[in-house]
């Protein structure tokens, strides 16, 4: 524990500059940190970026006295974990059925939260790394070692909880942490607030200002990297009959999958949108190529743009280009087309022994792929916005075509260009999953892979796969 003293901190960005000084000793690639929204965010936020580790969060909720909704009877959190205090329940005379109504109350304003917080974002593996749970300060406990439980399921190896104020009998009584940090200590506890001189409420897009400037930094981190650490990443050039195409190869060390863009209209290999989900795909431990299907001068023919048969050859020239590249021979290969680029990627999968093992379309037209559609082999994820009512509906009679194994994955909320907060990370995860599935190893240590994919959905059947 740290110092025992009583100290009043400015805010609490002050409070989590203090409370990282006492958390060096954990300093190192196996820590996370996890913040309990909404005020322990903050407070994580300084930590993490003082130890240089990653941020993420563990969302639980109090469960507070019906007629005294301040004092903790116990708390719940996510994954189902429940946690009572029988001495609180058994002196305020809680009877089971108002248990019930504030934990059913409760738990429908975890779900929520989890949602809202979660949109778009990976959960940060914590298994087997050291987990520093922080809040803003503790008085009761309860939320805490709720926490604690939720990051024992979630396989953390060790489990700190560190927080800027607590009273000493709460410390004392954390069994759940295997140790437990503290700046200030007083004699006689207050409440957590009444050592801060600004204890302003944290709103939930605070929280995710956090959580999003946290990512940054992590993938900053990532990219200053001696370029030793990367198989490559460079600009290319791709001759396709008489022309010579512009594109950006990524490839991670051994790369077994590589992933190859067509852009929609008015789009390029430099598109921040694309960049960005190719970057989510480099966290799955995915090769990209991002390059331009059309020569500068022949982007001026608004006619080329929707020339579906030219775009796929000029994606055909680059899937050959890549299977004689000695780097790249052996690698499973995917597209991910947007807008027109998807009716792109579909006309090319669709070629008699093709080498594309997967398909994503993002707000994509497969429609124009046209009669082909029934000739794609590849397993193929379609992606839309709910939002986007007319594409929407094309992609439905679209998948209707497909013979493959197909889903269609809605993200409710987003509008054609995924422009939305959170729609466009929500939809590179979904990406990332379907890719990593079936151009990876099975045994490939792909960050935050999972067999299901999730997005928000209408009410029709979400996917099918045929």
Not at 38 to 56: H, I, M
Not at 65 to 94: K, N, S, T, W, Y
Not at 447 to 453: I, P
Request: charged share 25%.
């Amino acid at each position: 524990m740290g110092e025992v003293m009583v100290v009043v901190f400015a805010d609490r960005a002050d409070a989590g500059r203090r409370l990282a000084r006492e958390l060096e000793s954990v300093r190192g690639p196996g820590t996370v940190v996890l913040g309990l929204p909404r005020g322990g965010v903050p407070v994580a936020s300084e930590v993490a970026e003082a130890l240089d580790a990653p941020l993420d969060v563990i969302v639980v909720r109090k469960l507070g006295v019906p007629f005294q909704p301040e004092l903790a009877m116990g708390a719940i959190g996510e994954g189902g974990v429940r946690l009572l205090d029988a001495d609180v329940l058994a002196r305020a005379h809680v009877t089971e059925a108002e248990l019930e109504v504030v934990e059913r109350r409760e738990r429908a304003a975890l779900d929520a939260r989890v949602v809202r917080l979660r949109r778009g974002r990976r959960r940060t593996g914590v298994a087997g790394r050291t987990a520093v749970i922080v809040d803003d300060g503790l008085a009761t406990g309860s939320t805490a070692r709720a926490a604690c439980q939720v990051a024992r399921q979630l396989g953390a190896a060790r489990v700190i909880v560190a927080v800027p104020v607590a009273p000493a009998q709460t410390l004392r009584h954390l069994p759940e942490a295997d140790a437990v940090v503290c700046v200030s200590v007083p004699d006689q506890f207050l409440a957590v607030g009444a050592y801060y001189r600004d204890f302003s409420p944290t709103s939930e897009d605070e929280v995710v200002v956090a959580l999003d400037a946290a990512e940054r930094r992590i993938q900053r981190r990532a990219a200053a990297r001696p370029s030793g650490d990367c198989g490559a990443d460079a600009d290319v050039e791709i001759p396709a009959g008489p022309q010579v195409l512009q594109g950006h190869l990524h490839l991670p060390d051994q790369a077994a999958g590589v992933v190859i863009f067509a852009h929609g209209s008015g789009s390029s290999r430099h598109s921040p949108r694309n960049r960005f989900v190719a970057e989510v795909l480099h966290g799955a431990g995915l090769g990209t190529l991002l390059l331009d299907l059309l020569t500068a001068a022949e982007e001026h023919d608004r006619g080329n743009v929707f020339n579906i048969e030219l775009l796929a050859a000029r994606l055909t020239a680059a899937t050959r280009w890549l299977a004689d590249r000695p780097a790249t021979r052996a690698c499973r290969l995917g597209y991910f087309g947007a807008s027109t680029g998807a009716g792109a990627a579909l006309w090319a999968a669709a070629e008699p022994g093709t080498p594309v093992c997967a398909v994503v379309s993002r707000g994509g037209r497969p429609d124009l792929a046209g009669p082909r559609l029934a000739s794609v082999r590849a397993p193929t994820l379609l992606i839309v916005g709910s939002a986007d009512y007319a594409v929407l509906q094309l992609n439905r009679q679209a998948q209707a075509q497909l013979r493959c194994p197909s889903q269609l994955a809605v993200v409710t909320g987003a509008t054609h260009l995924f422009e939305e907060p959170g729609t466009l990370a929500e939809a590179a995860n979904l990406a990332s999953d379907w890719f990593a599935r079936y151009l990876l190893p099975a045994d490939a240590p792909t960050a935050g892979r999972s067999d299901d994919l999730r997005a928000g959905r209408d009410n029709r059947p979400a996917s099918k796969e045929k």
